[in-house]
């Protein structure tokens, strides 16, 4: 079984593919612009205004989770881990939702100790993305 993402693709083998826009420092995709484009039906605008909204609200949520993670509060790191991954997996932000998804994970079960080294992954992988974002515009 193929997802609609695979038979989109295939089903156009003349287009040009832009599945990773780029890589972050430990290689995970920083978008998936065929992910995005499929989502959006092909929609530039709406792209756009997706990735605006990206732009504008991921760098103050990564700071609201290094707020939350210095002071240990497992459930604000977990609800803003959570923003984080949707925010990121709408826009196929690869990089950002998985290093979201394990903060959440880290912060669900308890490990304080992983929260920090965590955190800081989330936010290098955001700026990382961000700025990815902003030259691309």
């Given at each position: 079984?193929?997802?609609?993402?695979?038979?989109?693709?295939?089903?156009?083998?003349?287009?040009?593919?832009?599945?990773?826009?780029?890589?972050?420092?430990?290689?995970?995709?920083?978008?998936?612009?065929?992910?995005?484009?499929y989502?959006?039906?092909?929609?530039?605008?709406?792209?756009?205004?997706?990735?605006?909204?990206?732009?504008?609200?991921?760098n103050?949520?990564?700071e609201?989770?290094l707020?939350a993670?210095?002071?240990?509060?497992?459930?604000?790191?977990?609800?803003?881990?959570?923003?984080?991954?949707?925010?990121?997996?709408?826009?196929?932000?690869?990089?950002?939702?998985e290093?979201?998804?394990?903060?959440?994970?880290?912060?669900?079960?308890?490990?304080?100790?992983?929260?920090?080294?965590?955190a800081?992954?989330v936010?290098?992988?955001?700026?990382e993305?961000?700025?990815?974002?902003?030259?691309r515009a």
């Amino acid at each position: 079984l193929k997802t609609p993402l695979q038979a989109h693709s295939q089903s156009k083998p003349d287009t040009p593919t832009q599945r990773v826009g780029a890589s972050d420092s430990q290689g995970s995709a920083l978008v998936d612009f065929d992910a995005l484009k499929y989502r959006t039906g092909g929609d530039s605008q709406f792209q756009q205004a997706l990735i605006a909204n990206f732009i504008d609200n991921s760098n103050s949520i990564a700071e609201q989770l290094l707020s939350a993670v210095a002071g240990r509060d497992a459930v604000a790191v977990s609800k803003l881990a959570h923003r984080l991954k949707g925010a990121g997996g709408y826009v196929h932000a690869t990089a950002v939702a998985e290093a979201a998804l394990r903060l959440e994970a880290a912060a669900n079960n308890g490990e304080k100790e992983s929260m920090t080294r965590l955190a800081e992954d989330v936010r290098r992988r955001v700026s990382e993305t961000v700025a990815f974002l902003r030259a691309r515009a």
